[in-house]
């Protein structure tokens, strides 16, 4: 697993295996943008960077089997090669999801359920195999000295702590999951005449000029879109009061970190892979239902979560930070 909302939706899972193997080492393999996902994590003693890159699997490869692991888990459902290192590596129990093209490779699987969430499927998976549910919902460690660095930046920034600050992701992995960025700027203009609040707005490189182009139109605006690796960003949107984005990593570590999230659905599912947090919600424009020749015959990107207004979004983000 490469994405961020993916290894994050195994948390609930890694926790279970923690909790029926309490004695066990626990290494988990990801992809590098992933990483930072786990740092922290009580139930992770490891990470290993699973680089996309044969010639430094093959080098990994013969490490690890000096390491006699006993079980082995593929979360990743239709990937062969994930399946395959579970007998590479010699264990003895293989566990992943039943299909036609890898259960050959497991000593034990599970079916998906395309009626639930991802993170649900993971979470079956780990208790089959041994583990033991401590709840569903995926969590984002942080440590204190990352907290205090958050909010020693807000402040350096100009950023009053007794201010209403509204956290907004506008970038999205492709168009088709992205809100109209108009949309994104009568949301902050909303939050500003309502709670005086103010707008931080976060993202990669590639997201900084989105970023400059809304504080452009909304002077209140904090931009640091570009200046954050995922660990800061986790600190410091975890002192957002409130946070808007669409099906992106940012939305989902936000939400698992317990801020109070609005996530905008469309195009993707949210059944499968929709905002998870105690105290997130998710907003539906049009769904594709399944349809796989949508990209082909939709008339713009942006019309699956055009139906979705500012106002919506709006009170939905006041009505989680109330209850907060």
């Known amino acids: 697993m490469n994405f961020i909302g993916d290894v994050l939706f195994t948390t609930p899972a890694l926790a279970a295996l923690r909790r029926g193997y309490p004695e066990a080492s626990l290494t988990v393999a990801v992809g590098p943008r992933a990483r930072e996902v786990l740092a922290a994590n009580p139930d992770v003693d490891r990470v290993i960077d699973f680089a996309p890159n044969w010639e430094f ?160 139109r909304v002077p209140n605006a904090l931009n640091l879109a570009g200046t954050l690796t995922l660990r800061q960003f986790a600190a410091t949107a975890r002192r957002c009061a409130a946070f808007v984005g669409g099906d992106s990593g940012p939305t989902h570590v936000a939400a698992a970190l317990g801020v109070p999230t609005v996530g905008l659905f469309g195009f993707t599912d949210p059944v499968r892979t929709g905002t998870l947090g105690a105290r997130a919600t998710v907003l539906t424009g049009l769904q594709r239902n399944g349809d796989r020749n949508a990209q082909r015959r939709q008339q713009s990107p942006y019309q699956w979560l055009a139906p979705i207004t500012s106002a919506e979004v709006w009170d939905a983000a006041c009505r989680l930070s109330a209850s907060s």
């Open 57 to 216: 699997r093959r080098r990994l490869l013969p490490q690890l089997r000096r390491e006699r692991f006993d079980i082995a888990f593929s979360f990743s459902a239709r990937d062969i090669e994930r399946a395959l290192w579970g007998c590479l590596l010699g264990c003895r129990q293989r566990w992943g999801f039943s299909r036609p093209e890898t259960r050959w490779l497991y000593s034990g699987h599970v079916k998906e359920n395309e009626q639930q969430h991802w993170a649900a499927d993971y979470l079956a998976l780990a208790c089959a195999a041994g583990g033991q549910a401590a709840g569903m919902l995926p969590r984002f460690y942080l440590t204190p000295a990352e907290e205090a660095w958050a909010e020693r930046t807000l402040a350096d920034a100009g950023v009053d702590p007794g201010r209403f600050l509204l956290g907004l992701h506008m970038g999205a992995s492709y168009p088709e999951k992205a809100w109209l960025p108009e949309r994104f700027v009568e949301l902050a203009r909303l939050a500003a005449r309502d709670r005086d609040a103010q707008v931080v707005v976060f993202g990669g490189e590639g997201e900084a000029a989105l970023g400059e182009w809304l504080k452009e």
